[in-house]
C-alpha cells in the first residue's frame, strides 16, 4: 500500500516537471497551473507516504539513504512551490523540479525494508536534526539552481541573483540550525557537542562557503556571476557532505549509506 | 593616533581578511577528513609508509584540529571579529542581528575554551558488581568523583526480526525441509508448526494436531558447550554459533530439552523421529544498551537509575554516558564520563547565533519598510 504513494508521487512529480517544461517553452498560464497541480500532488502524496512509513515502522522515516531521499524531495518539493509562487522564474521551476526527481529516482533503486533503529538513533533530536538539514539543503539546491542558470545567460539577470541571495539565507539559517540540533543532540548522546566528525566537519565547511557567500555579497558587493560561482562551489561542499562522506569517509554517520 | 587608525587594527577589521580566514580554516578542516585523525601509528604506516607517517607527525597532520596553525587560525579569526564587532558597535535595531550573529561565534568559542581548560573527560569500564570512585581523565588524571557508582547489571536487548522462526517439519510426509539458500528460504512442504524464538513470548505451541508441544527456553548467540560445568554457555556476544533451547513435550505430557543450532541443522535431529527441526536465524541488531547503575554516597543509596544511550544520567556535575560495552561476554560497561562547564556557554551562543540570523534575514527588511517612508 505505502509504495502505491511512493510511484503516484514519482508520476505527479515527473509531470510536474513535464508541465513546468511546457511552460517554460509556450509560455502558457494553464500549463504552469497544472504543474503546481500536480507538485501540490507530490507533496500530498509524499506526505502520506511518509507518514504511513511512519506508522509501520513506529518512528520517523529519516534514518537512512533512502528515508532521506524521500525527505529531500519532499522538502525540494515544498520549496519549489514556494519560489514558483513569488518569483515565477520558469526555468528554475523545471531544473528544481528534475532536482527533486532525480533525488526520489535515486530513492527508488535502493532497499526499502524498514529496519529497526540503532539505539543512537533513537532520539527526539533526530527528527528536528534531519528536518532542519533537509529543509536548508532543498533551499540551497534552488539556490543553486539558480546560480547556474545566471551562469549559463548570456545578460546579467537581477531576478536570478535575488532568488540565489534569499534561498542562501534560508538555506543558511537552516544548515545553522540542522548543526546546532546535530551538536546538541550529540551532546546529550554521547557527552560531546563536536568531535571533528567528517560528516559534521563537512557541514562546517558547507556553511563557511556559504558565509562567504554572504560577506562578499553583502560587505564587498559582488553581485551577478562572481557570487553565482560561490554559490555552485557551496552547493558542491553540501553535495559532498550529504552523499560524499557517506560513500567515501567513515564517521559518526555511517548509518546513513545504508 | 588612535588605535583605530594604527595598521595593526585596520588589518583586523577587514572583511577580506575574515574570508581568507574562513577559507583557512575551512581548507584545514578538509584535510583533516581525509586524512584519518588520532589513529594508532600502525594505520599511518600501512597508509602513507613509514615515511609518510613521519612527514605527518612533523606536519601535526594525524591531528589537525589542535595543530599550532589550526589553532593560530581560530585566534586570528577571533580577533578578526573581536575587532570588526567594536569597529561597526552599534545598538540600533537594525544592526543588532549582525553583532548578535558575530559575536555569538565569539561565544561558541569562548564556550569551547572553558570546556578545554576546566572540563573534564574520562572513561570508565566497569564490571558488574564492580563500585568506582574515580576515572582516568583524557590528560591522564585519576579524577576523583567524590561519590561511588555501582554497576548492578548491563543488559543488551536485540531486535528480533519476524523473519526469524523455528520450523518444525514432520519427517512423516516424506517431506523434504530445504531451508538453505542465501536468502530466499524457501518453505518446503512438511512444516507443521512455526515458532517465534522470542522467549517468554510465546509459552506453548501445540505441533499441528501431533499433541505434541514446544516451547524455546535460551537463546545464545554463540553456542559452546563447558565441557568441565556440562553446561551451555555463550562464549560471546557475537552471533558466531546461534542456537536456541527447545523443549519438546509429547502427548503424556513428558518433557525433553534440546539444541537447535542454524548453522549446523543436522546436529541433534535424532530427538524424535517424527519431526525435524530447523532453526532459521536471521541477523539481529542491537536494540538497547542499559547499564543499571546506583550511586552511592558516605555508604548511603542516593539514587538507582538506568543508563541508555541518549538517555545518560546527571550527577553533581559529572554526565555518565553509555559509550561502549563488552560485545565478548557482556560482562563489564563503558561509560564516558564528561564534566564541561562549557556546555552552557555554547548552548547560549547558538541561541545568539540562530536570533541573529533571524533578525538579519527576516526582522531587518521588515524594519527597513517602516522606516522607508520617512527617508
Request: hydrophobic fraction near 50%; charge should be positive; proline fraction near 3%.
Amino acid at each position: 500500500m505505502p509504495s502505491l504513494y511512493f510511484n503516484l508521487s514519482f508520476g505527479v512529480y515527473f509531470l510536474a516537471m513535464v508541465f513546468y517544461m511546457g511552460n517554460l517553452v509556450f509560455a502558457d498560464k494553464i500549463l504552469s497551473s497544472i504543474a503546481r497541480f500536480c507538485i501540490s500532488c507530490a507533496i500530498i502524496s509524499l506526505s502520506i507516504y511518509i507518514g504511513m512509513r511512519w506508522q509501520i515502522a513506529g518512528r520517523p522515516p529519516l534514518s537512512n539513504m533512502f528515508e532521506s531521499l524521500v525527505i529531500f524531495s519532499w522538502a525540494i518539493a515544498a520549496v519549489l512551490i514556494f519560489i514558483d509562487l513569488k518569483y515565477k522564474i520558469k526555468s528554475i521551476a523545471v531544473l528544481v523540479a528534475l532536482m527533486g526527481l532525480l533525488s526520489l529516482g535515486y530513492a527508488s533503486l535502493l532497499d526499502k525494508t524498514i529496519v529497526p533503529l540503532l539505539p543512537a538513533l533513537k532520539s527526539n533530536w533526530l527528527t528536528i536534526h534531519v528536518l532542519t538539514c533537509f529543509i536548508g539543503y532543498a533551499a540551497l539546491t534552488v539556490s543553486f539552481v539558480s546560480s547556474v542558470i545566471l551562469l549559463f545567460k548570456q545578460k546579467e539577470d537581477k531576478n536570478l541573483d535575488t532568488v540565489t541571495y534569499k534561498m542562501i539565507t534560508f538555506g543558511f539559517l537552516f544548515l545553522a540550525l540542522g548543526i546546532i540540533s546535530g551538536a546538541v543532540w550529540a551532546n546529550s548522546a554521547w557527552g560531546t557537542y563536536w568531535s571533528w566528525d567528517p560528516k559534521e566537519t563537512w557541514s562546517l565547511i558547507t556553511w563557511f562557503i556559504y558565509a562567504i557567500y554572504l560577506h562578499i555579497r553583502m560587505r564587498k558587493g559582488w553581485k551577478g556571476r562572481k557570487a553565482a560561482w560561490v554559490s555552485v562551489i557551496g552547493f558542491l561542499a553540501m553535495l559532498f557532505t550529504y552523499f560524499g562522506v557517506n560513500y567515501l569517509l567513515s564517521g559518526l554517520h555511517s548509518y546513513g549509506s545504508s | 593616533m588612535t588605535i583605530k587608525q594604527t595598521g595593526i587594527w585596520k588589518f583586523f577589521s577587514s572583511v577580506k581578511l575574515a574570508i581568507w580566514l574562513l577559507s583557512i580554516i575551512a581548507v584545514l578542516s578538509l584535510i583533516g577528513t581525509f586524512i584519518p585523525q588520532n589513529q594508532e601509528a600502525a594505520l599511518y604506516i600501512e597508509r602513507y609508509g613509514q615515511l609518510g607517517y613521519r612527514a605527518l607527525l612533523s606536519l601535526g597532520l594525524t591531528d589537525i584540529y589542535s595543530a599550532w596553525y589550526f589553532i593560530l587560525s581560530l585566534i586570528l579569526f577571533s580577533l578578526n571579529l573581536s575587532v570588526c564587532l567594536l569597529n561597526r558597535l552599534s545598538f540600533k535595531m537594525r544592526s543588532l542581528g549582525t553583532m548578535l550573529s558575530h559575536f555569538s561565534i565569539l561565544v561558541i568559542l569562548l564556550g569551547a575554551m572553558i570546556g578545554m581548560l576546566f572540563g573534564q573527560k574520562g572513561f570508565i569500564e566497569i564490571s558488574k558488581g564492580e563500585e568506582v570512585d574515580s576515572f582516568l581523565s583524557r590528560n591522564g588524571q585519576q579524577v576523583n568523583l567524590g561519590f561511588r557508582l555501582k554497576l548492578n547489571d548491563f543488559i543488551y536487548t536485540e531486535y528480533i526480526d519476524p523473519k526469524e522462526k523455528l520450523f518444525v517439519c514432520s519427517s512423516l510426509k516424506e517431506a523434504v525441509c530445504m531451508m538453505q539458500g542465501p536468502h530466499g528460504q524457501e518453505k518446503a512442504k512438511g512444516i507443521i508448526a512455526e515458532i517465534s524464538p522470542e522467549i517468554g513470548v510465546e509459552a506453548e505451541t501445540a505441533i499441528a494436531d501431533t499433541g505434541y508441544k514446544i516451547k524455546v527456553l535460551r537463546y545464545l548467540p554463540d553456542f559452546v558447550m563447558d565441557t568441565s560445568m556440562k553446561v551451555a554457555v555463550s562464549r560471546s556476544a557475537q552471533p558466531n554459533n546461534p542456537a536456541i533451547e527447545v523443549e519438546l513435550k509429547d502427548k503424556e505430557g513428558k518433557a525433553k530439552t534440546f539444541w537447535v543450532f542454524a548453522r549446523f541443522p543436522d546436529i541433534h535431529q535424532e530427538i524424535d523421529k517424527d519431526f525435524k527441526f530447523i532453526y532459521h536465524w536471521v541477523g539481529r541488531r542491537p536494540k538497547d544498551f542499559i547499564s543499571k547503575v546506583t550511586i552511592l554516597k558516605d555508604g548511603q543509596e542516593i539514587m538507582r537509575r538506568d543508563i541508555r544511550v541518549n538517555e545518560p544520567l546527571r550527577f553533581s556535575g559529572y554526565t555518565f554516558f553509555q559509550s561502549s560495552y563488552d560485545n565478548e561476554g557482556l560482562n563489564w560497561s563503558g561509560l564516558q564520563v564528561v564534566k564541561d562547564p562549557g556546555v552552557p556557554v555554547i548552548y547560549a551562543g547558538f541561541i545568539l547565533l540562530i536570533s541573529g540570523l533571524v533578525m538579519i534575514f527576516y526582522l531587518n527588511p521588515l524594519i527597513k519598510y517602516e522606516v522607508t517612508p520617512r527617508a
